[in-house]
């Protein structure tokens, strides 16, 4: 007669493939059942698994230099946030901060920093305030991180953008990117600072270095340049002088290559890095009717500075006021097709204005050259957005991202925040959308 199998008697690599099928709820629940899925909720090869297949909002990996603590803090937070968001519907920790000063006067914009620090930026200073919720006290530490450099009292400081995200190596990185001007822009040129943010090993304060700095052209417009960060790729796309600057993010202390906007006869332009592709992103105003071009250049070729235009497509109908990367590209190995989904948010002259999905099925190129080949797009409409919403489109490389909206009532009282958390499925090549909290 042969033994009885129990659960206890299974082996323990027969029980870590079963624990790698579940998800991050149940597998921290193991660790309440028995001292043997205990520690195995404890090795990275579930995690690393369920890292692989979640649908939560998450960065590129599992990657070998992440450990299974970094694996199971990135995962849980996300699904804390999707439970706070979506199934209670109501913030779980709130933390009031007076952010201005007698000295600094009242801030002009606030962001967040790798989800422990907040960047406040005033007139003339860029502070950095810790807001650990695990650290929480009456004073929170703060640290100024750069000054107006010029004795001029009109010098003004704005912040463009501060972008957290993991690189394809699993490092953590962060850009800071900053706009010197006077009051009166149409007269003088704004200077643009980029600061690289370095977090130490033992997550103290984080440190800011000026990388690169330049000057916008004088003009008419608010901003002088906008922010855009791959896993790869920085671009600091500077509006007024119709170029991007680009960099590898390994080697951001390097000179950036240009991208000129000139060649796509239009004044809007979006440029989004993927892993294989640079893609620029065209609304063209001079057709008739409204038309999106876009245009894929080999991303090796456009970091090494030679612009080759290997495909280009059209979405005809209406614009895009924005436009993100979702997924990033993946290559099929048989036919060297290159995938990759875009999310945007439609614009047209009627009132309609959804979250689109947008399906690039870029051919390969060849290296002889030629005319650009013919890319596939296919469409997909998300989820309905009211049209007078502002809405905060976040990029994803791995296919699913929340979306947060904002509408401004005739009264305060009417003013809300909306959250959307956008999933693609891979098998039903589709995406689906859930509707979370309206904070008023």
């Known amino acids: 007669m042969s033994p009885i199998l129990t659960f206890d008697s299974l082996p323990l690599d027969v029980l870590i493939k079963i624990a790698e099928h579940l998800d991050v709820q149940d597998l921290v629940r193991l660790r309440q059942t028995s001292k043997t899925l205990f520690s195995i909720s404890y090795e990275r090869s579930p995690w690393s698994q369920v890292y692989s297949s979640s649908h939560l909002p998450r960065p590129p990996g599992p990657h070998p230099a992440q450990s299974r603590k970094a694996l199971e803090t990135i995962l849980s937070r996300s699904m804390l946030v999707h439970r706070n968001m979506f199934l209670k519907n109501e913030p779980s920790w709130t933390l009031a901060y007076d952010a201005s000063t007698s000295s600094s006067g009242d801030p002009t914009s606030v962001v967040m920093l790798a989800d422990r620090w907040v960047v406040v930026q005033f007139r003339r200073q860029t502070v950095c305030v810790e807001v650990d919720p695990a650290n929480v006290r009456e004073q929170l530490p703060r640290r100024v991180v750069w000054e107006v450099d010029d004795s001029r009292e009109e010098n003004n400081l704005d912040l463009l953008n501060c972008r957290t995200f993991y690189a394809y190596d699993g490092q953590m990185r962060a850009f800071l990117v900053l706009e010197q001007c006077a009051n009166e822009r149409e007269v003088d040129e704004p200077e643009v600072i980029v600061l690289q943010v370095h977090f130490d090993e033992d997550c103290q304060w984080p440190r800011f270095e000026a990388t690169y700095r330049t000057h916008s052209r004088a003009g008419q417009g608010s901003l002088s340049a906008t922010v855009t960060v791959s896993p790869h790729v ?153 049209a007078l919403a502002t809405d ?45 909290a309206l904070f008023f």
């Open 392 to 436: 905060i489109l976040i990029d994803s490389c791995t296919g699913s991202t929340r979306v947060a909206y904002a509408i401004q009532g005739v009264s305060e009282e009417e003013n809300a925040l909306g959250l959307v958390e956008v999933v693609y499925d891979e098998e039903k090549r589709s995406a689906t959308a859930r509707g979370g």
């Open 234 to 386: 920085l671009v600091v796309h500077m509006i007024k002088n119709r170029a991007a600057l680009v960099w590898d993010v390994l080697k951001a202390h390097g000179q950036p290559v240009t991208v000129k906007d000139d060649a796509f006869g239009s004044e809007h332009v979006y440029h989004l890095p993927c892993r294989t592709h640079f893609l620029t992103v065209v609304l063209s105003t001079a057709s008739v009717e409204p038309l999106v071009q876009l245009v894929a250049t080999p991303l090796s070729d456009t970091l090494s500075g030679t612009r080759r235009i290997t495909a280009t497509g059209n979405i005809e109908g209406f614009w895009l006021s924005e436009v993100v990367l979702l997924r990033d590209s993946v290559v099929d190995p048989g036919s060297g097709v290159t995938d990759v989904i875009l999310l945007g948010r439609r614009y047209s002259y009627d009132t309609d204005r959804p979250l689109m999905l947008f399906r690039l099925l870029i051919p390969p190129h060849s290296a002889a050259g030629g005319a650009p080949a013919e890319m596939i797009i296919q469409t997909q409409t998300v989820a309905p957005l009211p």
